[in-house]
């Protein structure tokens, strides 16, 4: 077994606390994102687990055995690095067998070892080659290459992908999914990149300011955020949302503070008469032919096989991601209305979902 318990563990620098208290179950074989804006606390998290860090409070466990005091060459897990910490005087071959030599494996075993990993990731052409001579997606499949050589019981990975430009992170994300697919290792893999954390993982663990914000799967997470910083976060574009009061018992509608009532189909038990905060999906805003809101077009940009627009809804920019073709213009005033079976309802003191 080489699952991961993350229990209650804390990390100060003196005075300043970072991690307040992170709880975290990661089975065996799951590939778990830690996922957060800058500053949050999720390479430092990290950085614990693979015991680069030290642990000012709780507990890490790798497959059942507490490794809080123990050195990282003694924790079985492997990390590739942002910047892909290559030696630029060995091949390819040599920096994917170094840490096997360092633990005086055989040169048959190390050799049989490397050649394998060197198939899974298509590096035999490279093998002879130096850090120099490749490009950046070839660095970094040489990074994982040297972690899947050790068999470790977990995989960390701390902004793999974040060098790379657009178009090879997407292959590289694909790369990394199949390579957990064929090997089933525990997978623990840090990431700014939201579409990074929906794209991959089995597991999202959301984190702000060294707090946890929700754990769960990626549409999970997507579908049901437990709070307004959770539904911001996951979604390109993001959540739009709009502050007002919840009125019409039976036949509910959300009043703005200009008084322009947008109308509901349904809204949560007990918010009649309260203040929320209304989450709309980009992708749940249309075209509404009668009894809708007027919106003004600010910005259109086309991206092909949609269409994002920028709208203005009474001092209030919504973007709006649209599938069908339509002949818009800047300044156009429009009736939408919202997918309200879709909606999402905060309480605006707490910032909770309302159920």
């Given at each position: ?74 924790r079985d897990i492997a990390m590739v690095f942002q910047n892909y910490a290559l030696y630029p005087q060995m ?265």
């Amino acid at each position: 077994m080489s699952g991961l318990t993350i229990n209650n563990v804390r990390k100060s620098y003196g005075a300043v606390n970072i991690i307040h208290g992170v709880d975290v179950e990661i089975s065996d074989g799951e590939f778990v994102i830690l996922v957060g804006p800058s500053g949050c606390g999720k390479s430092t998290l990290l950085r614990m687990i693979a015991g680069l860090e030290d642990i000012t409070g709780g507990q890490i466990s790798i497959g059942g055995r507490v490794v809080n005091d123990l050195p990282p060459k003694d924790r079985d897990i492997a990390m590739v690095f942002q910047n892909y910490a290559l030696y630029p005087q060995m091949t390819v071959a040599q920096n994917m067998g170094f840490a096997l030599q360092l633990a005086g494996a055989k040169r048959t075993e190390i050799d049989q070892k490397v050649g394998d990993a060197a198939k899974i990731l298509g590096l035999q052409p490279l093998l002879d080659r130096k850090p120099a001579q490749l490009s950046g997606g070839q660095r970094q499949r040489v990074a994982m290459g040297r972690a899947i050589v050790r068999d470790p019981k977990v995989f960390l990975f701390d902004e793999p992908l974040s060098n790379l430009d657009a178009k090879l992170r997407v292959k590289m994300r694909a790369e990394i999914k199949a390579l957990h697919q064929r090997l089933k290792t525990t997978i623990v893999y840090v990431t700014h990149d939201q579409i990074e954390a929906m794209t991959m993982a089995d597991k999202i663990v959301v984190l702000q300011g060294g707090k946890v914000e929700q754990v769960g799967s990626p549409l999970e997470l997507y579908d049901r955020p437990k709070n307004v910083f959770v539904a911001g976060f996951l979604g390109s574009p993001a959540m739009n949302f709009l502050e007002g009061k919840v009125t019409g018992g039976t036949s509910p509608a959300l009043v703005l503070a200009t008084g322009t009532r947008i109308e509901l189909s349904s809204a949560p038990g007990q918010s009649d008469g309260r203040d929320v905060v209304l989450g709309i999906r980009p992708e749940d805003i249309s075209f509404a032919p009668e009894g809708g809101v007027t919106a003004t077009v600010n910005v259109i940009e086309p991206t092909g096989s949609e269409t994002h627009v920028a709208l203005d809804l009474e001092g209030k920019e919504l973007t709006w991601v649209m599938r069908e073709r339509a002949a818009l213009m800047p300044g156009q005033k429009i009736q939408i209305s919202f997918k309200t079976p879709s909606l999402h309802f905060f309480d605006k003191t707490s910032q909770q979902r309302l159920s």
